[in-house]
């Protein structure tokens, strides 16, 4: 697969998570893919099993792609998960083998304010949020 198959593979990915549409936002993996979140020590093992995880998140959730990067076989997504209302800074690193998702870990990081050391130093960028 070229890189704009890939792009438009992924964006249709995070359009469908976004839209809580669980049979298109895991077209996208292999049936033997595995996802990581190092944050909670998880691995889950295989499509099906990634895609029944989801379905059983009780919280109302959102998507912001904020932007992708990456070419051939390593894809990288920065965006925020809205949970509940409740902003949660992510980054998703895809490794693709023969054109579907066969490696995915999850990193996810709060929103804090700046340390009182460097508060005068930074320059408040946008937050941002999911209706």
Not at 62 to 82: H, K, P, Q, Y
Not at 122 to 129: L, M
């Amino acid at each position: 697969m070229d890189d704009r198959t890939i792009r438009a593979a992924l964006e249709r990915h995070w359009e469908a998570s976004d839209a809580s549409d669980f049979e298109v936002e895991h077209e996208i993996y292999r049936d033997d893919a595995v996802l990581d979140y190092p944050q909670s020590g998880e691995r889950i093992r295989g499509r099906r099993n990634i895609q029944a995880s989801r379905t059983v998140q009780p919280n109302k959730k959102r998507f912001t792609v904020r932007r992708m990067i990456g070419s051939r076989d390593l894809w990288i997504t920065e965006f925020v998960l809205t949970y509940d209302g409740i902003p949660s800074y992510a980054v998703s690193i895809m490794e693709f083998r023969d054109g579907r998702v066969a490696n995915e870990t999850q990193y996810f990081a709060d929103r804090f304010d700046p340390a009182p050391s460097r508060e005068h130093l930074v320059e408040r960028a946008g937050e941002s949020t999911s209706p």
